[in-house]
């Protein structure tokens, strides 16, 4: 960004769910917005443990985690920490819990599942308050300027399409496929696909089945059971089922109509 110059601030990420963890890590590009993380910890102990042992300058940190709650461990560590900032992500959308969290002094509350976006806005807010003025950075800047967090999730998301497509032969192709590739939680998977396709995940690879399956009864000359099982149906019955809802035909007939 002309004429700023960001040093890398250090961050932890505190969740209780690994795979929500390796997903902030996945699909932010944290050092593309001038940030290194340098802590991680999966519950409230792990997490206060962590702050002194890092101390770093920022924390995403759940409440719901085991040992210490969130807020418990918020306390502490801003008992021995008073500059360092933190950001709750949360699934909880809760009165009680977001007005604790204010009176902790908290930077920011965001809810599961994260809008990256949303994140961006608050990191620019902290870099502000922290520099106090002497960095002009403000949210239209920091959103213009750096990599846009949207770019990034339709890069997953595209990636995501593109392993769905490589493996639709896969009978048992699932959203627990798809969250231990991209080291992502099933639950979250599921609302981004959404978010960003329009489709459920399970109408999406239907969906993909069925345009695969046309294309090959209308180039090649393999069997309707071949081509069910490169379509990932080993099932004929059940192949002939799905594609006669998404396109009024059988298979059979579909080949048929379309080589008049």
């Known amino acids: ?30 050092n593309a917005y001038g940030y290194e993380i340098v802590a991680e910890a999966m519950d409230g102990e792990e997490a206060v443990e962590k702050a002194k042992l890092f101390r770093p300058d920022i924390i995403l940190i759940d409440i719901n985690m ?6 418990q461990a918020i306390k502490e560590i801003k ?16 009165f ?6 204010l009176l902790l002094q908290v930077a920011d509350y965001l809810l599961k599942p994260i809008n990256f976006e949303e994140l961006v806005i608050c990191l620019a807010k902290i870099e502000d308050r922290r520099n106090d003025g002497s960095i002009l950075l403000d ?9 846009h967090p949207e770019k990034n999730e339709m890069k997953t998301i595209d990636k995501m399409l593109e392993f769905i497509d ?4 896969e009978p048992e192709l699932s959203l627990k496929i798809i969250a231990s590739e991209f ?25 993909r089945r069925v345009q695969i399956a046309k294309n090959l009864l209308d180039q090649t000359d393999l069997t309707i059971g071949e081509i069910a099982e490169k379509v990932g149906i080993s099932d004929y019955r059940s192949f002939s089922k799905m594609f006669r809802k998404h396109v009024g035909l059988q298979p059979s007939q579909y080949r048929s109509e379309s080589k008049r």
């Open 183 to 207: 080291h992502m939680n099933p639950y979250y998977i599921s609302s981004f696909f959404k978010k960003k396709t329009d489709t459920n995940f399970l109408e999406y690879v239907n969906l």
């Open 166 to 169: 490589e493996n639709i032969s």
């Open 1 to 30: 960004m002309e004429g700023v110059c960001l040093s890398m601030r250090t961050v932890m990420i505190a969740d209780d769910e690994q795979l929500i963890i390796k997903g902030y890590k996945k699909l932010f590009d944290w």
């Open 139 to 147: 949210n239209k800047a920091m959103l213009t300027d750096f990599p």
């Open 96 to 101: 009680l819990l977001v007005r604790e969290a």
């Open 66 to 71: 085991p040992k210490m709650n969130g807020l």
């Open 79 to 94: 008992s021995l920490f008073s500059d360092i900032d933190i950001i709750i992500i949360s699934g909880y959308d809760d």
